[in-house]
């Protein structure tokens, strides 16, 4: 079933009584930098509610979404002459840069683009995807996090093995089981359907935040909005 879009502006009022529970699937990309600014802002929304008491029941995970399936595995290149070729030049592409950088500092994330390099995130995902199915969400979201440390802040490859493998320890995950399963083919034709399922439900852009299997909330929303609109469906449950 294709997605409906959840307006971000006025649809919030909109979001219908049927939505029964809250389960909230997040596709994204690991070298997305609104992804990261958007995980910080709806986790900020849900510890927020909390706070205030609001009795916030949201199980989550993230799904995969390769902003550049074609970029090579094996050759690594600097992430601002990336943004240079799409966005055309180096001056435009500091701008962006710069930008983003100054928008995730007020989320706390710290973004060194300067030595960010860019490499292929397929394997990234399948080691997101092996957390979530081996170990659960609790486990698959730090490892999220961790790897987009080790993109944003760090400079490290993350199409590395042996830089995924760490990433797996630091969340709970014995290292060399994570590096046996990342040098195999595991779960490859599984992450393949599941970045073709983002189609499906009309994902063209991340981060996309898919409740319930049938409402999408599109973009890094303000922690306000992201209140809004959990505390909505809350109310609807």
Known sequence: MVAQKVAVVAGVEAIPSIVASMRIEIFSDV???WCFIGKRRFETAISRLRDRGVDVQ????FRPFQLDPT???DSPTPAKDAYAKKFGGPERAAEILDHVTSVAAQ???TFNMDIAVRSN???A?????YALKQHGASVQIPLKELIMDAYFTEGKNIGDIDVLADCAESAGIDRNDAHTFLSGDEFVDEVRAEISEAAEYGVTAVPTFIINGQWSVPGAQDVEM???IIQRILEKA
């Open 71 to 73: 970029a090579p595995t």
């Open 125 to 129: 995902h399948r080691l997101l995807s």
């Open 58 to 61: 949201v199980d989550y995970s």
């Open 31 to 33: 070298i997305c930098p």
């Open 107 to 109: 989320d706390k994330i």
């Open 121 to 123: 995130t397929f394997l």
């Open 226 to 228: 992201f209140e809004r």
